[in-house]
């Protein structure tokens, strides 16, 4: 019997054939933690009388959640943090370097790996095909100290893509369509995993919004094959010692097969408070908008940049509505700087911030008012997400961002552009 990319990665891990409904101890190649999870997970480490890091080398410490620091009990956090870093000899990522998931894809995913990260959001090195999954603080703990952790190996449910986007359309939009088809939990521990003639046309930035949006449906990992766009993606990195080309056998068994057609996609958009509550974005038109984010480990990158740039280059936002700039690195702000992007973004009205996750959490650097509505690029609109239950978040692609600052309402790009 053929394997999923979920079944093969393990199986080649493991050095053995395993199948869906398994339950295995896995090798783990990477752990991390973020600075809102990663005390309770040094706390958890230290109860527990672990001593030595598996692996010192790919063990991480981001702090980028709150980044900078808004408060003293945060910067207490980094402090610990920070301190067992010095301690322990494990990776410290520092305030401004950017998004851990961001920092995974640029440094340290490579197809084949395990990676476990305190952050929900790990799934996103699912994109090189890593078997990528968040787990609890104290799970993390236990993968830190003895460099394995446990898995039910899980069915795949396979997403056919087939066609190319339209213009003005992307890989955030493919992912909202899809979440709203299946709901919220329609992969609960599912591994998705992408294929079909439409994923050769799917660039590296937008596969890793794809991956990062799997758990909003509830999926275990979100994967995609280790093909010429992971190793071109790879080569720009200087990274390509690492690749190694993955893909599913033909005659894998799949729980579900879910075909979609990338060219009848629309720009889509998620309705407060709710991922999967989506709707096209021109059903949309005319709902008020005060403030748009740009950015983070979801949108973040510089394709997402290049595209805002090209919808808003010599206009202006409107008067009434925010646009908070979020680059996902150091890397990331460096090129879109030189690139021209960034300059354009500010002259239209935008107000660019730390690379990190800025107002995606609800911490700081954006926190919206009583009854104001936020347009967000990132990966989730639940009820106070954004740091006010009486707020009201979308979320929608980076052009759909773009045409809503331009207009101060909910606005397909292809009307403005």
Known sequence: MGKTLAEKILSQKLGRSVSAGEIV??????????????????????????KQ??????????LDHAAPSPNAQLSADHITLRNFARESGAVLSDVGAGVCHQLVAENMARPGDVIVGADSHTVTAGAFCAFATGMGSSDIAVAMAMGKTWFRVPETI???????FRPLVNAKDLILHLIGMIGADGATYKALEFG???????????????????????????????????????????????FRSISADKDAEYERIIEIDAATLEPTVSRPHTVDNTVPAKDLKGVRIHQVFLGTCTNGRLEDFAVAASILRGKKISP???????????????????????????????ALITPGCGACLGIHQGVLGDGEACLSTANRNFKGRM???????????????????????VTDPREVL
């Open 25 to 50: 101890v896995s090798p783990v190649d990477l752990a991390f933690v973020q600075d809102t999870t990663g005390p309770l997970t040094v706390r958890e480490y230290q109860a527990s009388g672990f």
């Open 53 to 62: 890091l598996a692996d010192k080398r790919r063990t991480v410490l981001f």
């Open 158 to 164: 396979r997403i056919e893509i087939k066609n190319r």
């Open 196 to 242: 079909g003639k439409g994923v050769d046309s799917i660039t590296m930035p937008g596969r890793l919004t794809i991956a990062n949006m799997a758990v909003e449906a509830g999926a275990k990992v979100g994967l995609f094959p280790s093909d010429t766009t992971t190793e071109k993606y790879m080569r720009e990195l200087d990274r390509t010692e690492h």
């Open 320 to 350: 009434n509505t925010r646009l908070i700039i979020a680059p996902s690195s150091k890397r990331v702000l460096l090129q879109a700087m030189a690139t021209g992007h960034i300059h354009t973004l500010v002259e239209a009205g935008g």
């Open 387 to 409: 740091g006010n239950p009486n707020a009201f978040v979308y979320l929608g692609s980076p052009a759909t961002a773009a045409a809503t600052a331009l207009t101060g309402v």
